[in-house]
């Protein structure tokens, strides 16, 4: 996930001015607390900048859809950890890739999962229109461009070569930051790692014919964006998160049943979406991003069978331990 907002950044401020974000290490917050409002107030850290594919959260807040939890959205800057400040106790739930969570609970943060944000993997290989590259197999020998060896692009890429039955010496991999469209478009590269929601989009946004190329066959054990907090606030804090879990829940539907409201919500914070041509660019992320939401009741729960199954694949490639277990970074939320 980490990986995926920065994406956002790079992509779009090249494309233009970036809708409007600004990249900033400071932290916005905006709060649904009220007066007769109960029960602890929870901060959820969202990463970097607002962004359209946050606006379910904006749904929640402006549509009072937390309820009478109150509820802080805090954007924290680019140049801050992806769990800092939830270990640190600054936020209460985060959203980031369940993968990503896995990997930082054997390093010895407690974090569990609570909930998917996507229901589906938001990685993607990317190659242009014309390349003879058909499937990650044909991958062997060429140069493949990601931002770097970490998140949720490395970790879709080392599962697609490893599903290829291909290693890291079969191809040659390029730390190229988040140029993926100038590396592929000048040939610095012959594929890239990217997101369905962000850098195709924003291929096709700026003309550049390309193609995407699925990680491997379905079903895709890794799980991406998700509802992360630590087991102590989990376990202190039941109802208050299964409140925020709640809205942000019924946010996505309501995203998904009508993106006008999507776009609307993120208005007020994204002002530059008063644009047509700014509102648009959001409109075709947007999109994309809906097929990644869960889109039915049973798709909003979590799991248990493919978060073992994700357990399972981190360790086979080394990205976590084998002893890592599902139970061991996820807790029952009534």
Not at 97 to 119: C, I, K, R, S, W
Not at 179 to 184: E, F, G, K, M, W
Not at 210 to 224: Q, S
């Amino acid at each position: 996930m980490r990986a995926a907002f920065k994406s956002v950044i790079g992509a779009v401020l090249a494309l233009s001015v970036g809708l409007g974000f600004s990249a900033c290490s400071s932290s916005r917050e905006t709060s649904s607390a009220t007066p007769e409002a109960q029960g602890k107030p929870v901060t959820i850290g969202l990463t970097y900048i607002p962004n359209i594919q946050f606006s379910p959260f904006y749904v929640a807040q402006q549509q009072k859809l937390f309820g009478e939890q109150p509820v802080k959205l805090r954007h924290h800057g680019q140049n801050e950890g992806l769990f800092t400040a939830l270990i640190q106790g600054n936020e209460d739930v985060v959203i980031a890739g369940a993968d990503e969570a896995a990997q930082a609970h054997v390093e010895g943060h407690d974090l569990v999962v609570v909930a998917p944000y996507y229901n589906t993997y938001p990685v993607v290989i990317l190659v242009p229109e014309a390349s003879p590259i058909k499937s990650v197999a044909d991958l062997k020998g060429k140069t493949i461009g990601l931002p770097g060896k970490y998140g949720e692009n490395w970790f879709g890429l080392q599962y697609a070569l490893n599903a290829a039955g291909l290693s890291e010496s079969d191809v040659t991999i390029q730390a190229i930051g988040y140029t993926q469209r100038v590396a592929l478009q000048t040939g610095s590269v012959d594929a890239v790692v990217g997101f369905s929601n962000n850098d195709a989009v924003q291929f096709k946004q700026a003309g550049f014919a390309a193609r995407e190329i699925a990680l491997g066959t379905d079903p895709m054990p890794l799980m991406g964006a998700s509802i992360i907090t630590t087991k102590d606030f989990a376990k202190a804090h039941s109802q208050e998160l299964a409140s925020v879990i709640s809205g942000i829940q019924q946010g996505i539907s309501k995203v998904v049943t009508d993106p006008e409201v999507a776009l609307d919500a993120t208005a007020q914070y994204v002002p530059d979406l008063a644009v047509a041509e700014h509102r648009e660019a959001a409109a075709a992320t947007l999109q994309a991003t809906i097929r990644l939401f869960p889109q039915t009741e049973a798709e909003h729960a979590l799991d248990p069978a493919r978060l073992t199954k994700m357990v399972e694949a981190l360790g086979e490639l080394g990205i976590t331990t084998k002893t890592l277990t599902a139970e061991d970074i996820t807790v029952p939320v009534p």
